[in-house]
């Protein structure tokens, strides 16, 4: 199994934690019954109700205006010297979010991450994209600045956002998931004890690359896959599934995360499953969605261990584990 | 004393193993060989094609012609016709299982030289108890997995209840895996598909705990073990369980030998990285099973159907005493193979043969 590269003693002594989350849906909230109105739906809606959705989310704007409009949020709301951030971070599970595209072919070149840092005058922030890795994207890209900020001495901030906007028309059901639209913002601070990440596990399974041609096989092996890097999550941070205060889901159906509990031995009731229904699934934003909204309602103590499992096409398994 | 065998389902997965055994015997002079299937065909003298069916009635669809010389040659009943199908319904189930049964017994009372009567049933009669079953027990209210092992338990009640009237051992099976010697697979049976769903990767998980026992046998003994409580050690009013017992292996350890297996024998398959099924309990198995059945498409219900009518079984954790049954064999030299040592042989034959799809292996003519 691929394991993130360890900072070992490092990362205890210097710790990296999660200051900051900000994030924004797609303006346009459209009923189950509505998407299955305009034939946006692959399974009736009544079966999707029935799997814990409600509606969707859908946006008129472009993925990279909800990407500035989260980072701007979270900015905004911190008020961060934008010349502390060392390094920014930009993940978008499909290649249109990946490109400012004009009809000039070579503006695949013109890629949002750099657009992001020069118009939010991030001057000081290196840039990366973080691509094919479906709703991965941003906890990998969490992993990646963490392990960015330990790397680099003088690195004190780094700053990590996903976007996805499905194109219009576009069939909003997924494997049996109902899709959103949306951004978020996650801000990673060296020597913040807040949301320390404890451990982190990612394994990508190749033979399922082909999402269309392996639905059946990527529905079977997600279980047990998704069972396996828990339980190795767990391990590496010392913990059992009894020490998990709270479960940050991706909002995929709750039906399959009923499941997922049976499988790894944790209680419904430690399971943040609120924004399922009315949010759906916003592609790689959700379990940071749901650590903020988690956060706000009060549902979490210091100290708490929090657990964040995601699944993204390509195909990835990942799961990390925080101390808030 | 010499033996004339009626066979019924001889073209079944366990039939077609039981008939040449009889058929090397000196004393057997003769067998019948009941079979609904259009083309029989055996290169032993001994043995007699006779078409018919235990569900056509009393007379089991024997024309008139045959059914004077078969009623007056008959010492020896193998009832081994069943419907295995896991899935059937209860009805279906119980047109063969049980009414066939009625009817073999009331052909058999038919018999003047009847001397025994040896009905195949299941260890699965003991449908959800757990723990140890011992071969004499059957009266239960524990409830049952699937339609097969319920009329399979009917059949047993009306078995002992003719037990007075006529000369009837039972001989309860666990799984038959295939041959200890070559691998080979007869017929393809429900744990087959489903280790041909765990390869695909489509078996996310089965019912269980780690501990819990898989009791499989080897077709040779099996057959050897009918065989031999048939003709020569036949104990009327007797029940004998011809199963692994405490040598099955268990869950943890079957998931393991497979996977095992199939790096060996398909190097290939290591780079699919295709995970081993998860044990879980049996409500998050059954709520998967829902939700397949609900929301996927055929492949995958199709793959859940193959499964959910009997790994729930698993779910109900049991040993089967074999204490008569193994005295008995191991009295007359007839040892059970070690599972451990031929379950990767079935499991190569079957990665091989692509499930007895591209025909058989160099060497491979088993039972």
Not at chain 1, 131 to 138: D, I, N
Request: proline share 4%; with cysteine.
């Amino acid at each position: 199994m691929a394991r993130a590269p360890d900072s070992g003693q490092a990362n205890s002594l210097v710790p990296v934690g999660i200051s900051a989350i900000q994030y924004v849906l797609g303006s346009d909230e459209i009923s189950l019954e509505e998407l299955e109105a305009r034939g946006m739906l692959d399974s009736p809606a009544a079966t999707l109700s029935e799997f814990g959705f409600s509606s969707a989310r859908l946006s008129r704007e472009s993925s990279y205006t909800l990407a500035a409009a989260a980072t701007s949020k979270l900015l905004g709301a911190t008020g961060v010297d934008r010349t502390s951030i060392d390094a920014l971070f930009y993940a978008g599970a499909t290649p249109s979010c990946h490109a400012v595209v004009t009809s000039d072919p070579r503006s695949a070149f013109n890629y949002p991450v750099a657009q992001l840092q020069y118009e939010l005058e991030l001057t000081r922030a290196t840039a990366f994209g973080v691509s094919q890795l479906g709703c991965l994207g941003l906890m990998a890209s969490v992993m990646l600045a963490r392990d960015f900020l330990l790397s680099n001495e003088n690195a004190s901030r780094a700053l990590c956002v996903s976007a996805d906007v499905l194109p219009a028309g576009c069939k909003r059901e997924m494997m049996y998931n109902v899709i959103s639209d949306g951004a978020c913002a996650v801000l990673l601070e060296k020597k913040c004890g807040r949301n320390r990440i404890l451990a982190y596990r990612q394994i990508t399974k190749g033979y399922y690359w082909d999402a269309i041609a392996r639905k059946n096989e990527i529905t079977a092996a997600y279980f047990p896959t998704a069972r396996n890097i828990v339980r190795d999550a767990l391990a590496d941070a010392g913990l059992d599934s009894s020490d998990i205060s709270c479960i940050l889901p991706h909002n995929v159906s709750l039906r399959s995360w009923e499941i997922l509990l049976g499988l790894i031995q944790i209680g419904r009731e430690k399971l943040f499953a609120e924004n399922i229904a009315k949010m759906a699934h916003v592609i790689a934003a959700d379990n940071w969605i749901n650590l903020q909204a988690a956060t706000e309602t009060g549902k979490l103590c210091h100290g708490d261990k929090l657990l964040l499992f995601t699944f993204g096409f390509g195909a990835n398994w990942a799961c990390m584990v925080l101390e808030h | 004393m010499t033996h004339t065998v009626l066979i019924t389902g001889a073209t079944g997965m366990l039939g077609q193993a039981l008939v040449p055994l009889f058929a090397r015997r000196d004393d057997v002079e003769a067998i019948f060989a009941l079979t609904h299937a259009c083309e029989y065909s055996d290169s032993s003298c001994k043995v007699t094609p006779v078409r018919g069916d235990v569900i056509s009635g009393p007379a089991l669809g024997i024309t008139p012609e045959s059914m004077r010389e078969i009623l007056d040659r008959t010492s020896v009943i193998v009832h081994a016709a069943a419907n295995t199908r896991f899935s059937a319904s209860l009805n279906e189930a119980r047109s063969v299982n049980l009414e066939g049964t009625k009817n073999v017994l009331a052909f058999a009372s038919r018999c003047p030289r009847l001397k025994a009567f040896v009905a195949l049933s299941t260890v699965h009669v003991a449908g959800k108890r757990t723990g140890i079953i011992y071969e004499e027990e059957l009266d239960h209210t524990s409830g049952f997995v699937n339609s097969y092992e319920q009329s399979k338990y009917e059949a047993e009640l009306l078995l002992r209840e003719s037990m007075s009237a006529l000369p009837i051992s039972v001989l309860r099976l666990s799984t038959v895996l295939g041959s200890s010697t070559t691998g080979e697979v007869g017929q393809m049976a429900a744990i087959h598909h489903a280790l041909r769903l765990y390869y695909n990767s489509l078996a996310p998980m089965i019912p269980g705990e780690p501990e819990s026992l898989v009791d499989l046998i080897a077709t040779e003994y099996a057959a050897t073990a009918v065989e031999h409580f048939a003709v020569g050690h036949f104990h009327a009013g007797r029940t004998f369980h011809i199963c692994g017992g405490e040598n099955a292996l268990t869950l943890a350890r079957l998931l393991e030998l497979t996977r095992e297996a199939f790096l060996c024998y398909r190097p290939s398959w290591r780079k699919r990285a295709i995970e081993m099924p998860a044990i879980v309990d049996l409500p998050t198995f059954e709520l998967f099973a829902r939700s397949a059945e609900e929301v996927g498409d055929n492949i995958l219900r199709n793959s859940v159907a193959i499964i959910k009518h009997f790994v729930p079984q698993l779910a109900y954790p049991k040993i089967f005493s074999d204490v008569e049954c193994t005295c008995s064999l191991q009295a007359k030299g007839l040892p059970n193979p070690s599972v451990q040592e031929f379950y990767p042989q079935v499991v190569r034959w079957l990665v091989e043969s692509e499930w007895g799809e591209i025909g058989t292996l160099a060497g491979g003519a088993g039972v």
